[in-house]
């Protein structure tokens, strides 16, 4: 008999120990480069704790981001990491909880990386994440990984007209084609590319015409990086300054500044935390010669 | 704050108790210019409820701008710069969407310049809406709406500027959208040494800080940022035309306020703390060559980390390794010994992904002008463009390929008589662009030939100007062909004594898609320059633009008058005689 409710205590203890709580883990597959917006973009990781009724105890999320040959390079820190209690029934984590960068520590080469760009090197990765018990940190539940695809985005180059490029106005006034490199790597479903052009007024220097100005034109394309723009301007010659400053005199050419703006499927931004968060490439000038007469 | 008022208040009176202890007695000459302008548009879209073309300027917009400078002896000046307008119009940037400001909003718009820079010998004083560019890699893109210095005693340079680069906005859902923005305070201070034409060497520093709490509610997409950029930067100018100029520079910046701070990364005390979207970066750009009068030749290198980043050149794509070489010559003397050829081209490498953060991207620019004047009568100006960009895409199975030639040939003819001058100028170009697909890896070619015949009589003895010229254009990309026929003429001519100046112009295109009928496309324009006295203009000009689509679209027809009225005075005045 005392062997029958050792073995049954033995049992009751077993199953206590290893309890596991069911987690389950969804990662896009090709989340933004930069980590710590991974924080502030709820849709790119959920961690969901399933807990049983009774079975509730303190737990630390450990997570690893591995390469592909199954090498760690960040880790959580345990001894800094948050303890928690998962609730009774189930609990649903975000990045900013489940990858708090302020607490993983990266070995080498990614950490020098994350130092310098916030990102890690273009690679495909392995995040692994589960639950531990504080103190001794045994499983709480099973490892679950989701492999993912990082690439930091990298925003159109603007070619034709290139920066400073002349144009002859009798060409322009029928038609001004636009060049520019596509978003990299592309995107599913592709870039939707924002064509703005503003005119410099004079007394505007270009950013300041950029900024403030309504554009001229103000065009979507999607997936293509060409655009053949119609202007249906007069590009007469602009009135004559009145001002003495030989800088002045020197605008005689119209002048016009344009950008690409790169949008994904919802209209936003393709990249929020890089530079400006506008996702809108370097802008460039360039200027209309506004008839072939030379002495004008 | 406080402090910084004390400092401004104390500086100004500085300037003008040095300038008027001196220059009181002294002669007072006021100059400048002042002008009110205002621009009207006009869109009518046919069939009634129609809305596929969209307004592309304000319905009425006054501006102002108003520039006098005052100076007091040869010492002290006073120079003025106010710009503005009614009503905002911004499109793109912190203030887009705007429709109603407040004070503060509208002073530091970037759309309204109030500026006043009193100078004495080699001190000035800047207050106000400010473009100041330090150098290329600190700060240089942005108005700035604050106070600061510009020291310049002898070779020593000390310059500080401290203000609100924009203001906190409100995201708004919209119609029409409120992107929203951040104040954001910047500030920046060089100290440095330079002697005009021989050498420059100056230490750089800026700072930008976004308040987390000046919009409410915030912008959806943009975080509270902030960061520093330290610069060094060495100009020198030899003998023979030589120069060479460099700079390095180190960014430490914070993508979001709002992320906790860290000792894991590194940040840049007291400036800026570690958070964990801090990034520490570095950058750098060399430049050495020879200029003369007839021969140019330059090598430009520009690295910019992955991670550099600054709040003075807000869209300034990081990650690349840039090399530039620029030359430009003259050759084949005359009779007279004047040059009869003039080529301009520069070669150009871009790499991108410097630090593996991307996939790697390279880019060959390349540029040729070449004119030649072979004699009196003819010309040739001939033009090569080539750029092409390569990088793997990631998942897909080719890669990113984009390849862009474009070429152009002008002649152009002159012959005079004795009561006439004829000019006939031709220019063809064709340009062919191939992008290839990432997902099949076939290429499609997009080729656009473009040629244009213009004739300008000038004659001697008449003082009308006219103009004649035709184009036709043609592009071709699979799915779609595109041809455009525009006929043009010009006509410039004086009145009333020569007090009027007027110029018009006539353009109709005949645009074809495909096999749809054809568009249409008249513009109407003209200029009105009346010279009211020797100091007062009035600059009046009217376009407008009707296009009326094929069956390219539905609705069949549809059709669209858009017009533009811009008309202004301008004053220019001077006290000196």
């Excluded at chain 2, 390929?401 to 040939?409: I, L």
Aim: net charge positive.
């Amino acid at each position: 008999m005392k062997k029958l409710i050792f073995f049954i205590a033995l049992i009751f203890i077993a199953a206590t120990t290893i309890a596991q709580l069911n987690t389950n883990l969804i990662l896009a597959a090709q989340p933004p480069a930069s980590l710590s917006e991974w924080g502030v973009r709820r849709e790119i990781l959920t961690y969901i704790i399933n807990t049983q009724p009774g079975l509730s105890f303190p737990v630390i999320i450990k997570a690893e981001i591995k390469t592909t040959d199954g090498t760690v390079i960040g880790t959580t820190d345990l001894a800094k990491a948050k303890v928690f209690t998962p609730g009774s029934a189930t609990t649903i984590l975000f990045a900013a909880d489940v990858l708090p960068l302020e607490n993983i520590l990266f070995t080498g080469k990614y950490k020098t990386s994350i130092q310098r760009t916030g990102k890690l090197p273009a690679d495909n990765y392995i995040l692994c994440v589960q639950l531990v018990r504080p103190v001794d940190f045994t499983p709480a539940s099973a490892s679950v990984c989701k492999t993912f695809y990082l690439a930091s985005i990298q925003l159109p180059i603007l070619m034709k007209p290139y920066n400073e490029e002349l144009l002859d106005g009798k060409i322009a006034q029928t038609a001004i084609t636009f060049r520019w490199t596509p978003v990299v790597p592309p995107q599913t479903p592709p870039v939707t590319y924002r064509l703005q052009v503003f005119e410099v007024l004079a007394h505007q220097q270009p950013m300041q015409a950029l900024r403030s100005n309504q554009p001229l034109l103000d065009q979507e394309i999607k997936g293509s990086t060409q655009y053949i723009w119609r202007p249906q301007l007069s590009f007469l010659p602009p009135a004559p300054v009145v001002s003495d400053s030989a800088h002045d005199k020197k605008k005689t050419f119209l002048r016009f500044t344009w950008t690409i703006q790169s949008l994904d499927a919802l209209g936003l931004p393709v990249t929020q935390t890089d530079a400006n968060g506008e996702a809108r490439s370097e802008p460039i000038v360039f200027f209309v010669k506004p008839t072939a007469r030379k002495n004008n | 704050m406080a402090i910084k008022n004390i400092i401004a208040t104390v500086l100004f009176f500085l300037f003008f108790y040095a300038a008027t202890a001196q220059e009181v007695k002294e002669k007072l000459n006021i100059s400048g210019t002042a002008g009110i302008s205002y621009e009207g548009y006009g869109l009518h879209r046919s069939p009634s409820g129609w809305l596929g073309y969209t307004p592309r300027r304000p319905w009425n917009q006054v501006r102002f701008n108003f520039s006098p400078t005052f100076k007091f002896g040869k010492n002290f000046s006073l120079p003025f710069n106010l710009n503005f307008a009614v009503k905002p119009t911004n499109f793109a940037g912190p203030y887009s969407g705007i429709i109603k400001q407040d004070f503060g909003q509208y002073i530091t718009n970037p759309m309204n310049n109030f500026s006043v820079n009193p100078k004495y010998k080699w001190a000035e004083l800047q207050l106000g809406t400010q473009y100041l560019k330090y150098s290329d890699l600190s700060t240089g893109d942005i108005g700035i709406f604050g106070a600061g210095i510009d020291l310049r005693p002898k070779t020593l340079r000390i310059k500080f500027f401290s203000g609100i680069s924009q203001q906190g906005i409100n995201y708004f859902a919209g119609p029409p959208t409120v992107t929203g923005a951040y104040k954001r305070r910047n500030w920046m201070f060089q100290l440095g040494t330079e002697e005009e034409g021989k050498y420059l060497f100056a230490v750089n520093f800026a700072k930008g800080k976004d308040v987390p709490t000046s919009s409410a509610p915030p912008p959806l997409t943009i975080r509270p940022q902030e960061g520093v950029v330290v610069s060094i930067v060495s100009d020198l100018y030899l003998e023979k035309g030589f120069y060479f100029k460099g700079e390095g520079a180190q960014s430490t910046f914070t993508k979001d306020i709002a992320t906790p701070l860290t000792l894991i990364l590194k940040g840049f005390r007291p400036f800026i703390e570690a958070r964990t979207s801090t990034i520490t970066d570095f950058a750098a750009q060399v430049a050495v060559g020879k200029k003369s009068k007839d021969f140019d030749i330059g090598l430009t290198t520009k690295y910019l980390g992955a991670g550099f980043q600054t709040v003075g050149y807000p869209y300034q794509q990081p990650d690349r390794l840039d090399m530039t070489l620029n030359t430009r010559f003259n050759a084949w003397k005359d009779r007279n010994k004047n040059y009869k050829m003039n080529v301009v081209a520069s070669l150009g490498r871009r790499i991108n992904n410097v630090n593996n953060t991307a996939l790697k991207a390279k880019q060959f620019i390349g540029n040729l002008n070449w004119f030649t004047q072979f004699n009196d009568q003819w010309s040739l100006n001939v033009n090569y463009n080539n750029f092409g960009f390569q990088s793997a895409s990631g998942i897909n199975p080719f890669g990113i390929k984009n390849v862009s030639n474009d070429f152009g040939f002008n002649p152009t003819y002159n012959k005079s008589t004795t009561k006439m001058n004829h000019l006939f100028s031709f220019s063809y170009n064709y340009s062919k662009y191939d992008e290839r697909d990432v997902i099949t890896g076939l290429t499609t070619s997009n080729n656009t030939h473009t040629a244009v015949l213009t004739y300008v009589p000038t004659y001697f003895e008449k003082e009308i100007s006219p103009d004649f010229s035709i184009l036709y254009f043609y592009n071709d990309v699979p799915m779609a062909k595109i041809k455009l026929a525009t006929f043009s003429s010009a006509l410039s001519m004086p009145a009333a004594k020569k007090k009027l100046r007027l110029r018009g112009q006539l353009q109709y295109t005949l645009g074809k898609l495909n096999s749809f009928s054809s568009n249409n496309n008249l513009i109407a324009s003209c200029n009105v320059d009346y010279k009211i006295t020797k100091k007062l203009t009035w600059n009046t000009y009217l376009t407008t633009n009707y296009f009326k689509y094929g069956n390219e679209i539905i609705p069949n027809g549809a059709n669209y008058l858009e017009s533009t009225c811009r008309t202004g005075f301008q004053y220019s005045f001077s006290t000196k005689k």
